[in-house]
């Protein structure tokens, strides 16, 4: 039985609010099937744009074995250029990030144009003709300071998650903002286990003591657990923001691949350990601190919370069947200055505390998961409902993408 049939029948007979089986969390073969069918079909978040703010500021992002180049031109759009040579196929930029007149291929000096057509290829003789030989381009959208790419041939529609997301997002102008901080965890754990613990509050008590003094562990008013006092100060507090004319509904996907609300804190006005302001200067226009969090998920690879006065951006890339590359971004006002608006360590103290409890639990489920004892075990119906949401997804993005793929095979064989 080949891979592609092993995970169509595991995917099946899968009982439907449980666990996956173990193969989707540390098998080789069932991690190269999604790269291929996940994370290149799929739209990512990439990074932001008010990281590459002039011309020939880059960027690089990897995507398993694939390497883009997110790089603004000089009419000040971004492109996602794939990072390899048209000549022998070397990368040609080496490093995270940077800014560069023109992209060099360091091996043999071909030259590219910001936008990846080929300006300059030394010696290739008189028949050569540069424009059969710009470099490949993956899909790229922006969205109110949000970069997100796909690598697909052909993209899945983009502008439904655009006209639901932006004017969620627009008040806040991240345009505007600058990385004031940036944290990397490479997590010894399956990329999936990495979302699933994002999903749930079920482990927070025991696990967040820094995030639970301003977080509550609850999203909505239908959770059994929600105190109803906070019931009450969600309900207010939307009757505010709609009278702000802030969007803060929660909206879901049909498909459950992304979620938006904005919802406000159990104590406090910003994710700082005394829920006091994280920086003095407000995003935007924005002139009211209490805002709550701006929550958009975005799958499979990025969870996010935008606040009154900084913003959180996190982006997951899966590195190896249990390896994942986890990133965060706090972002606050461009005119912002260190040390008179906002104190970095004050700044990213809750959430880097929070990575690290949240890597060590994620590789922890990835060691059990990864013992012959290990089967599918029951969601909590009441409180892991988002991590059902996502398993749901993915195992129907991937039943999709695997039988459209099978039936391909049939029809040419």
């Not at 000040?76 to 990030?97: D, K, Q, V």
């Not at 470099?135 to 052909?154: N, P, Q, T």
């Not at 439904?160 to 600058?178: E, G, I, Q, S, W």
């Not at 409180?383 to 997804?393: A, C, L, T, Y």
């Amino acid at each position: 039985m080949d891979t592609r049939t092993r995970m169509l029948s595991l995917l099946h007979t899968r009982r439907r609010n449980y666990s996956l089986p173990q193969p989707f969390y540390n098998d080789a073969e069932f991690f190269a099937l999604d790269l291929e069918y996940i994370f290149r079909r799929q739209w990512l978040f990439a990074g932001l744009a008010c990281e590459i703010p002039k011309p020939g500021h880059y960027f690089t992002m990897e995507v398993g074995p694939d390497s883009l180049i997110i790089v603004r031109d000089r009419e000040l759009r971004i492109h996602a250029l794939y990072n390899t040579c048209r000549h022998r196929g070397s990368r040609i930029c080496l490093s995270e990030r940077g800014a560069s007149a023109k992209l060099v291929c360091p091996y043999h000096q071909w030259t590219y144009e910001l936008d990846g057509r080929l300006l300059f290829a030394g010696n290739m003789g008189e028949d050569f003709d540069p424009r059969r030989f710009h470099l490949k381009r993956a899909h790229c959208e922006v969205i109110a300071g949000y970069i997100f790419v796909c690598l697909a041939e052909e993209a899945p529609d983009f502008e439904d998650f655009r006209r639901t997301v932006a004017p969620y997002m627009a008040p806040h102008d991240l345009d505007n903002c600058k990385v004031a901080f940036e944290s990397t965890l490479i997590e010894q754990a399956n990329w999936k286990l990495v979302i699933e613990n994002n999903r749930e509050c079920y482990h927070c008590a025991g696990s967040h003591p820094e995030l639970l003094n301003t977080l509550s562990e609850f999203d909505s008013t239908d959770d059994p657990r929600v105190d109803p006092a906070f019931a009450q100060r969600i309900e207010q507090k939307a009757r505010d923001w709609d009278a702000l004319g802030l969007p803060n509904r929660v909206i879901h996907a049909p498909d459950n691949r992304y979620r938006v609300v904005r919802l406000p804190f159990a104590h406090g006005v910003s994710m700082t350990l005394d829920g006091q302001p994280g920086c003095n200067r407000l995003l935007g226009q924005l002139r009211d601190r209490d805002l709550g969090s701006l929550r958009l998920l975005s799958l499979p690879n990025s969870w996010n919370h935008l606040q009154s006065d900084h913003a959180l951006a996190f982006r997951v890339l899966p590195i190896g069947p249990q390896q994942t590359a986890v990133t965060t971004k706090w972002l606050v006002h461009k005119d912002a200055v260190e040390g008179v608006d906002y104190d970095v360590e004050r700044l990213t103290r809750v959430w880097l505390a929070t990575n690290e409890q949240d890597r060590k639990l994620a590789e922890d489920n990835q060691r059990g998961i990864n013992s012959k004892a290990y089967e599918p075990g029951p969601y909590s119906p009441a409180i892991e409902f988002g991590v059902q949401n996502f398993i749901d997804w993915y195992s129907s993005e991937m039943l999709r993408q695997l039988s459209g793929e099978t039936e391909r095979m049939r029809v040419v064989a």
